[in-house]
């Protein structure tokens, strides 16, 4: 079992910048055998995919709308996946949530059916 905490979320205005924090405990000896990603869902919405980073760190997905403006990465020594997350927009206004998965690539995990969740933090991006 790991457990996900997520951090950094806030108000900022448009054109600011947030970095997100996800930190997993638990079984975090097996850290770098998941897949890590992050997710978001906004008020009405349905949850969608953001960004998803393979074990090592070396390979990277991102949704068309936030490409070029958000970098995932990880650290596995610190048991901790990030968001930096620049040039923010009022859509970006979310709770963002990040998921962990032992099994599945970090290319499949971008449908979002991952067995791990955090509770997510609230991003609001003011206009």
């Known amino acids: 079992q790991v457990q996900l905490g997520e951090s950094g979320g806030g108000l900022v205005q448009a054109g600011g910048s947030l970095r997100l924090s996800c930190e997993a405990s638990?079984?975090?000896?097996?850290?770098?055998?998941?897949?890590m990603g992050w997710f978001r869902q906004a008020p009405g919405k349905e949850r969608e995919f953001v960004a998803t980073?393979?074990?090592?760190?070396?390979?990277?997905l991102y949704a068309d709308s936030v490409k070029g403006r958000f970098t995932i990465s990880r650290d596995n020594a610190k048991n901790t996946v990030y968001l930096q997350m620049n040039s923010l927009k009022p859509e970006d206004t979310a709770v963002y949530y990040c998921?962990?998965?032992?099994?599945?690539?970090?290319?499949?995990?971008?449908?979002?059916?991952?067995?791990?969740w955090g509770k997510g933090t609230l991003v609001t991006v003011s206009s």
């Open positions: 638990g079984h975090t000896y097996s850290f770098n055998n998941y897949a």
């Open positions: 998921a962990a998965d032992a099994a599945k690539s970090y290319a499949i995990a971008t449908m979002g059916q991952l067995d791990y």
């Open positions: 980073i393979s074990r090592a760190g070396t390979g990277t």
